[in-house]
């Protein structure tokens, strides 16, 4: 950055600072917070529930297979545990539909439904089994899939395609602040956050929850990846309001925070993941 660039930055106050970061503290102890007064919520108040699931927007549903056995899973769960880690470089290999649909299943698949359409029982533990999670991918090298933006539909185990996108790369990129190195992905998973689903049972005490359950959803997806031979990396760094524009939400009632690139591992070019800890060194930390 030039000289005369840093001069002219507005630095924020540092009231600005500590606000944010005593909200941020207090989120922590959200879900004990005792009411002041008489509080219920949605649920105790028998207003009608939201829906488990967001309905597809398209028609242009894909079936995804259910029969993994086409895939090489390592059943050895010792080594998959202590072989997960995050991967940044991807060679340009497609994955297969299978092993697209693997993810999907393993992160978000529903096993069972509770009640008549109470809860969801899922191959990830939930808080309360709200499950307030919606997955999107911007697919760029899946086997028999036209790269662009898709939705997963876990009630019938479905893509939605939601239609291709003008430089996908790019976007990628700017979505997740400029981590170019997610770029070469074969998918990015975007989750977002549908809030009420949640706070419909929770109300005030939802929203740290739902931040614990999106840890489950990745830790998942990163061994289940490692289990079929794929990398990727979680990623907090995410645009939410330019990717929710991406992906016309509201970011309101429902906002994407999370991400997860996932690709063929490229194991030759360890030097350049390692360079991502350049920063690291450069500090002397
Ligand atoms: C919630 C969360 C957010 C993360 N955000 C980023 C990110 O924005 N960019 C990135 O390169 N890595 C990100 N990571 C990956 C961590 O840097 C990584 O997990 C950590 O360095 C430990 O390395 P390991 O996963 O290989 O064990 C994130 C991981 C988690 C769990």
Redo the contacts with the bound molecule.
């Keep these: 950055m030039a000289q005369s660039e840093k001069e002219n930055r507005k630095i924020v106050s540092e009231a600005w600072v500590q606000e944010r970061i005593q909200s941020g503290r207090a989120l922590f102890g959200n879900a004990t917070v005792s009411p002041d007064g008489v509080y219920e919520t949605d649920q105790e108040k028998r207003l009608p529930q939201p829906p488990l699931f967001k309905a597809p927007v398209s028609d242009q549903l894909i079936d995804l297979p259910s029969d993994f056995s086409t895939l090489d899973i390592d059943g050895d769960f010792l080594g998959i545990i202590n072989r997960r ?2 991967h ?1 470089v991807y060679t340009d290999q497609a994955i297969s539909l299978t092993a697209l649909a693997y993810l999907l299943w393993c992160t978000q698949g529903v096993k069972s439904v509770r009640g008549k359409a109470y809860a969801t029982l899922r191959t990830v533990p939930g808080g309360g089994a709200r499950h307030p999670f919606e997955c999107y991918m911007a697919i760029r090298k899946v086997e028999g899939l036209t790269s662009g933006l898709y939705h997963y539909l876990p009630m019938k185990h479905q893509l939605e395609y939601l239609g291709d996108y003008e430089e996908m790369e790019a976007m990628i990129g700017r979505t997740l602040q400029g ?1 170019k190195w997610a770029e070469k992905a074969s998918v990015v998973f975007y989750y977002s956050c549908v809030f009420y689903r949640a706070e419909w049972r929770y109300g005030i005490w939802t929203h740290p929850t739902v931040l614990i359950d999106s ?1 489950h959803v ?1 830790e998942n997806l990163y061994l289940a990846a490692t289990s079929i031979g794929l990398g990727g ?5 995410v645009d939410g309001p330019d990717t929710n524009r991406v992906f016309s939400l509201d970011g309101e009632e429902e906002t994407i925070f999370y991400a997860m690139p996932v690709g063929t591992v490229a194991e030759e070019n360890q030097a350049e993941e390692e360079a ?1 800890y350049a920063f690291v060194r450069e500090q002397g930390l």
């Design positions: 880690k995050s940044r981590q840890g990745t990396c979680a990623i907090a760094a991502f």
